[in-house]
């Protein structure tokens, strides 16, 4: 799979940059009933639990952790596709989260989402020219019908398809096919801000490069700010200015794509990246291979202390009961671990 090299990177500290988007204590807890106690919330399910991290202009941040780790829900919440529990996000310095309904559909056009599934994320009932134009519609994009088929058509060349592709069904096309309707449907209202949840994973390895590169394309074009979250960190790494890890609906630790490669901290980001295969195999047989131990904690019952102590390999008695905070350990490299 090749993929083109990254961009020059972003300053990880943000000075003398305005976030684009600047997600503060961001909650999402999700109440769960019994059966006995059916309407009553007997607890939560903490998905996403005081995250804070911000994301420059033209940059992307990689959002990488387990599954379960609370990625996709921060990513919908940071669209209000999720309502948040607490917490404020701030997009192009306006907060989002006390818009009214007709006030945040104003501001949706300038947000977009791809989503991980090309198959499931598409109304099999519907053309590719009108799952691609129902945007132009809800927004009043287009000034007449030959003007909307126009922008259609223009939309569907930017991602690599044909015009004539149009009036054709979910179920003619590939999966990298519908990927790319996908990505046409989300540049449609012109936004500034997209959320990549997995854009890549469901599709054959063979295709994947050829999505990547387009989505790189796309943002120096039309000078797109991405969240790509993902689980392949070899992905991550090609197209990321800045990568965030999360465990558990906490931030663990976030930095620059080279300094979190070369040099990780907390124990959870070290054992993600011994995973990640090396090409070289003389290296790959002599680096430590990190087995964490156990799964991962349920989100409803979290550990007390820090929620990552159970399958921590160098955890301490003071790990169960101290919550760790981000804290700078070098420029732009922060992490929650009371070991560093």
Do not use: W
Not at 25 to 39: A, Y
Request: aromatic share 6%.
């Amino acid at each position: 799979m090749t993929i083109q090299e990254s961009k020059p990177e972003v300053t990880a500290d943000g000075a003398g940059t305005t976030p684009l988007i600047d997600v503060r204590n961001l909650k999402v807890h999700f109440p769960v009933s019994s059966g006995f106690l059916f309407g009553r919330a007997t607890g939560h399910i903490k998905a996403v639990d005081d995250v804070s991290l911000f994301i420059n202009p033209g940059e992307t941040l990689g959002l990488v952790g387990e599954s379960g780790s609370g990625k996709t829900t921060f990513g919908r919440a940071a669209l209000r596709l999720l309502e948040p529990t607490a917490g404020e996000v701030i997009f192009d310095g306006e907060e989002l989260t006390t818009l009214s309904g007709g006030e945040m559909r104003q501001r949706r056009r300038h947000l977009g989402m791809v989503f991980q599934d090309p198959y499931g994320s598409l109304n099999p009932r519907m053309t590719a020219g009108g799952i691609v134009g129902e945007p132009l519609k809800i927004h009043r994009l287009h000034s007449d019908k030959e003007d909307y088929r126009k922008r259609i058509g223009d939309l569907l060349e930017i991602v690599g398809l044909s015009r004539t592709m149009a009036d054709r069904y979910p179920h003619e096309f590939s999966g990298g096919q519908r990927q790319r309707i996908g990505v046409a449907r989300a540049l449609a209202g012109k936004p500034k801000f997209l959320v990549l949840d997995e854009p890549v994973s469901a599709l054959d390895v063979s295709i994947q490069a050829q999505l990547i590169n387009l989505l790189q394309d796309l943002q120096e074009e039309f000078d797109l700010t991405y969240l790509l979250i993902a689980h392949d960190l070899s992905v991550v790494r090609h197209i990321s200015d800045r990568i965030a890890v999360m465990y558990l609906g906490k931030l663990v630790e976030i930095s620059n794509y080279t300094d979190l490669y070369d040099n990780p901290l907390h124990p959870y980001t070290k054992a993600l990246l011994s995973a990640v295969p090396l090409p070289d195999r003389a290296l790959e047989r002599k680096r430590e291979r990190i087995i964490l131990k156990g799964d991962i904690p349920s989100p409803r019952n979290p550990p007390s202390g820090c929620v990552f102590h159970t399958r921590c390999p160098i955890a301490i008695d003071e790990c169960k009961t101290i919550v760790p905070t981000m804290k700078e350990i070098a420029p732009g490299h922060q992490a929650a671990c009371i070991r560093l």
